[in-house]
Antibody, heavy 123, light 109 residues
Framework: QVQLQESGPGLVKPSQTLSLTCTVSGGSIGSGGYYWSWIRQHPGKGLEWIGYTYYTGSAYYNPSLKSRVTISVDTSKNQFSLKLTSVTAADTAIYYC???????????????WGQGTLVTVSS | SSELTQDPAVSVALGQTVRITCQGDRLRSYYASWYQQKPGQAPLLVIYAKDNRPSGIPDRFSGSSSGNTASLTIAGAQAEDEAVYYCNSRDSSGNLLGAFGGGTKLTVL
């Protein structure tokens, strides 16, 4: 059974960089076939895709966040990470890591999710 | 605004059938997946590739698609189905899982 677990600071100061790590167990990132993803949810709001990375290091981002986001992967630790720079209060959200699987060119899904971690941006 | 449009709220009587819809131009070519989120929990995949259920998802959940609309149907809704449901599909930038609908709050009466 694949499990994902987010970790990182729960409080970040405005203008600083938000850094989170997702540790994967029950499966190997390096075996390929999946897109390792970050998704966030503002308090009381809907889901927002941030981006995903492949085990090769290729990464794809939400255009609205692309200038501030970096998602990287460390296959030796079976982890992937999120960095979001120049944060403001608008970045306060629950951040989820998830595994994305593509079933073909026209269909995919996030089949496993972490429990989520609340990150608050405040001085 | 979201590239995928969902009704904000839907209600259904206990044991009745309810359909939750998701509209978007790219749904003419790309399938949607559906997620159930209960308060304080992470989203849970309930339907993928139009009408496939992950292991453990009851068969009262089904999916369909027609034109620019994807639908999630719950046949014989149970109290435990009360949740927010999100659709997901390709975004306008070509990311296959890049767009979420705004979510539909399902109330089971």
């Amino acid at each position: 059974q694949v499990q994902l677990q987010e970790s990182g600071p729960g409080l970040v100061k405005p203008s600083q960089t938000l850094s989170l790590t997702c540790t994967v167990s029950g499966g190997s990132i390096g075996s390929g076939g999946y897109y390792w993803s970050w998704i966030r949810q503002h308090p009381g709001k809907g889901l927002e895709w941030i981006g995903y990375t492949y085990y090769t290091g290729s990464a794809y981002y939400n255009p609205s966040l692309k200038s501030r986001v970096t998602i990287s992967v460390d296959t030796s630790k079976n982890q992937f990470s999120l960095k979001l720079t120049s944060v403001t209060a608008a970045d306060t959200a629950i951040y989820y890591c998830a595994r994305g699987e593509f079933y073909g060119d026209y269909v995919g899904a996030f089949d496993y999710w972490g429990q989520g971690t609340l990150v608050t941006v405040s001085s | 605004s979201s590239e995928l449009t969902q009704d904000p709220a839907v209600s259904v009587a206990l044991g009745q059938t309810v359909r939750i819809t998701c509209q978007g131009d790219r749904l003419r070519s790309y399938y949607a997946s559906w997620y159930q989120q209960k308060p304080g929990q992470a989203p849970l995949l309930v339907i993928y590739a139009k009408d496939n259920r992950p292991s453990g998802i009851p068969d009262r959940f089904s999916g369909s698609s027609s034109g620019n609309t994807a639908s999630l149907t719950i046949a014989g809704a149970q109290a435990e189905d009360e949740a927010v449901y999100y659709c997901n599909s390709r975004d306008s930038s070509g990311n296959l899982l890049g767009a979420f609908g705004g979510g539909t709050k399902l109330t089971v009466l």
